[in-house]
């Protein structure tokens, strides 16, 4: 089932035509917000002196402020380039060239899009830009979801990482992989029954959607340059906002309390499924940070979070808020929750 067909009635883009200025405003004031708090960031993190790390305010303030900052600058280069992805495939792309390529079959479909990462590989933060590009151009909304989902694990560059970082000891790599590649799939599988998919994303975004056909006889150049600058102030004020909730979240959660439970087969894979989405990690190097804590957790835990991290976490909730609704996104991270708790119990159980 594909996104409802956009509607080109005259009242409807005078609709959009008139709401898009309260749009643009709304945007750049998240944007404006978004640049202030980095600023603001990078001058806690500058003007604290040293002395104040034997007072607990000041070291929070700091720690909140590098781990936020860290979190942007690790994200930022992806985003950008899964905003050009986008562009590229909307605007560049041959019209029906991606589409008629795909099977008929939405199952076969829905498995040749959880392999769409190995020739784009984005991490989780690009695919989101991506997409919405894709369900622009006439993904249904559960296609988009098996691709988003399972993008971020199956492509080369998470792959390699997890291969050098783990090998092939206690099935990481592999329950990794085929993990992502079984949960991406069984989102897409459910959500492709929805009867109203539409409903599943934001209004904002069906707004996206309904003016994508109506960009009139600008070149490509122009289209390009309007949708960078569209999609920059959707994202932004998201990967800012997810930053900050990532780096408040960390500097409240005591690593220890998880350290502590690693050694329980279900402890372990909550704990680490937690972590997974405090510390909001880039999927092309979080094998090597959980590494570290691979003599500490089973290895069901280790699986959980390289699974669910790249799925769900703080992040990844805010820049998917820019597409899907609140009630969606809950639903999205209880199925995945559940799904990678399961996956990870069947390793510590089955190892």
């Known amino acids: 089932m594909t996104l409802p067909a956009v509607d080109t009635s005259e009242q409807s883009a005078h609709e959009h035509k008139s709401s898009a200025p309260t749009f643009r405003s709304k945007s750049a004031a998240g944007l404006a917000v978004g640049l202030a708090l ?10 604290a002196p040293p002395a104040s790390a034997t007072f607990g305010l000041p070291d929070a303030a700091r720690d909140f402020a590098t781990l936020s900052i860290s979190v942007v600058v690790e994200s930022l280069p992806f985003v950008f380039l899964g905003i050009v992805l986008s562009i ?20 076969l479909r829905r498995l040749v899009l959880s392999l769409l990462g190995m020739l784009l590989p984005v ?11 894709l369900v622009v151009k006439g993904l249904t909304v559960a296609e988009s979801m098996t691709f988003l989902f399972a993008a971020p694990i199956l492509n080369p560059v998470t792959i390699v990482t997890t291969a050098q970082a783990f090998g092939w000891d206690n099935g990481v790599l592999v329950s990794r992989v085929f993990g992502g590649f079984f949960i991406a799939n069984l989102v897409g599988w459910i959500y492709s029954r929805h009867p109203r998919p539409q409903d599943l994303l934001t209004t904002r975004f069906q707004e996206t959607c309904s003016l994508a056909d109506h960009h009139g006889p600008a ?25 900050g909730m990532a780096g408040l979240i960390q500097v409240a959660v005591s690593r220890e309390v998880l350290v502590t439970l690693g050694g329980n087969p279900v402890w372990s894979v909550l704990a680490l499924m937690l972590l997974a989405f405090v510390v909001a990690i880039c999927s092309n190097v979080d094998a090597f940070f959980i590494l570290s804590f691979g003599a500490t957790f089973m290895p069901g835990g280790i699986v959980s979070f390289l699974v669910f991290g790249p799925m769900i976490d703080v992040k990844m909730l805010a820049l998917m808020r820019t597409t899907f609704t609140a009630k969606t996104l809950l639903q999205l991270s209880l199925l995945v929750a559940l799904c990678a708790a399961v996956l990870g119990l069947a390793v510590n159980y089955g190892h």
Do not use: D
């Not at 980095?38 to 003007?47: D, G, I, K, S």
């Not at 991490?123 to 590009?133: F, I, K, Q, T, W």
């Not at 004020?237 to 997810?242: D, H, M, N, S």
């Open 219 to 243: 070149s490509r150049v122009k289209r390009s340059v309007r949708m960078f600058s569209q999609e920059t102030r959707a994202m932004m004020p998201a990967l800012f906002i997810g930053a």
């Open 88 to 107: 590229a495939v909307q605007v560049w792309l041959p019209e029906g060239m991606l589409l008629r390529r795909l099977p008929r079959s939405p199952v």
């Open 38 to 47: 980095v600023v603001l960031f990078a001058v806690v993190r500058v003007l």
């Open 123 to 133: 991490c989780e933060c690009g695919n989101v830009p991506l997409a919405r590009g």
